[in-house]
DNA sequence: CGCATAGTTGACTACGCTCAACCCTGGTGG
DNA sequence: CCACCAGGGTTGAGCGTAGTCAACTATGCG
């Protein structure tokens, strides 16, 4: 999933964009806000939420290196959702009369884009997929194998596992409990925040 | 959500488009096919579905009137589910590689495209609010407020409570249960497959 | 007319949530 | 250097709600 060729963009956007350096926890935009630009992440981590209107946060997306997020920002003119960095992060910031008026000129520009929505896509219908599986242990154990790093299966978390808890449609608790049992089973291993998964042929 | 200035492309890609009639049930492309085409409902209604490994089947998406489908197969190059239509339906295929070529040339129509897959994302991420509403009740009662079609919050099902209930990650029973909990409660009226939403201001 | 399917209702079960206590780690300050 | 504290994570007990299985009705179609 290579989303890294953005910095073929035509200069006048080039010109345009904006580095910028943020520090854990910082609000990047807000919900409601008016939307200016468009961004994508360079290294670290910024997760899109949304407050529903009983105040519940639901996490949309999580975006990091080469993801791009404030998507919705480029049609609608307020961002239906906030971003906050969760790490030190440094993001590029393309202004969105820029992004729009480079588009027709660069028609790589049009793909990159395009491929950085479909991943959106892709990653929110992951999601919904996995919430469909009710039996916890197999939901995650589902959701580890989206995951895997490399070869040997191995997962390292890098957030709380009470986010992923709540990414996965859990309370902590039970994601305790689903850990546990799928490492008894034989399933997983886990050694500190690491975990491998063992090969068992996706049955 | 107006998607409809999609008659605005250039000559070449209009030409390559062509209208297909599809009968109810009719599979418009596999999951796993190789990936030639991008769609557009012109009328009538289309399921998009995705089996999973353990030949579990989620719906991913319902694309209706002036809705894109079939989006994947424009970077990828096979589709990721299968397109079936649901009723009698009128769709426009656009060829993916005259489309592709098309884009550069047309800003309108880069612009179409963004617009149709922000307002699918925008439905996933619904979606997924949803169901993070654990109370059966709760949850189709803002699944309703979402689907409200006039003033008068009036919902007509066009298709069976089963798959509702599906999409909404309920068993059929469960969501009869729901609704006539919600209609007990005076907070909708039922008249065959037209529900009515009474004010109750989005507390 | 009969069959298949959708929808509803009931009784029981099961699994995830809630609440609570506890351990452990890392950070802070005396 | 240790005492304290806060937060994440784990474990336990009990509860509640959606799932399951089943029976029944209504509707549409052959």
Redesign the pocket.
């Known amino acids: 999933m290579d989303l890294s060729n953005l910095d073929t963009v035509p200069p006048n956007l080039q010109a345009a964009a904006t580095v910028q350096q943020v520090i854990a926890g910082q609000v990047i935009f807000q919900q409601g806000e008016a939307a200016t630009a468009f961004f994508i992440v360079q290294n670290g981590r910024v997760k899109l939420a949304r407050y529903t209107d009983e105040g519940r946060m639901v996490t949309l997306q999580v975006a990091r290196s080469r993801e791009g997020f404030g998507v919705g920002g480029l049609i609608s003119d307020t961002y239906s959702g906030a971003a906050i960095a969760e790490v030190p992060s440094q993001i590029i910031r393309y202004p969105k009369v820029a992004l729009l008026n480079a588009l027709p000129a660069a028609p790589d520009l049009a793909e990159t884009l395009l491929a950085l929505l479909l991943h959106i896509i892709r990653t929110l219908e992951i999601r919904l997929e996995l919430r469909d599986i ?3 242990h197999q939901r995650v154990l589902r959701y580890l194998r989206y995951h895997v790093q490399d070869e040997e299966g191995r997962i390292v978390f890098d957030r ?3 986010e992923i808890a709540a990414d996965l ?9 689903a ?2 049992r799928l490492e008894e089973a034989g399933l997983i291993s886990r050694q500190e925040r690491q975990i491998t998964l063992h090969s068992s042929p996706a049955a």
């Open positions: 009710r039996a916890s709380p596992l009470k449609g859990f309370t902590p608790e039970t994601l305790s409990r850990l546990t």
